[in-house]
């Protein structure tokens, strides 16, 4: 099996901050990425994000504090938060202060899908 390259992509950043062009799915070919992957149509943040226009939740002005927003801050991302050492609000946070090219740079120079607890 042929692993995609990791490369700096900003339309690879999830609508929940997760780097899909770091992740092994992706890079295996199993996955399309998150904007991309229509059988991730049961995800609320994709949805709401997806209904508002957002690149990802780092664009929502509803919520400053996104574990305020109960379609990000739900059961399962809780789950896999744990699961994986992910800090999704810390994703968001960054793309806010860096932007979505910056935070995509970092993500693939340190090889991560997430940034960790």
């Known amino acids: 099996m042929v692993l995609k390259k990791i490369v700096a992509d900003k339309s690879l950043i999830a609508y929940c901050g997760l780097y899909c062009g770091a992740c092994k799915k992706y890079l295996k070919g199993k996955c399309l990425g998150c904007h991309q992957n229509e059988e991730s149509s049961w995800c609320k943040v994709r949805n709401c994000c997806m209904e508002n226009s957002y690149l990802s939740c780092a664009d929502c002005k509803d919520f ?50 997430t940034i960790k607890r």
């Open 64 to 113: 400053l504090d996104q574990n305020e927003c109960k379609m990000f801050n739900n059961f399962i991302s809780k789950v896999f938060a744990f699961i994986f050492r992910s800090d999704r609000k810390a994703c968001i946070d960054l793309i806010k202060e860096k932007g979505y090219g910056e935070y995509a740079h970092k993500m693939t120079s340190k090889e991560e899908m």
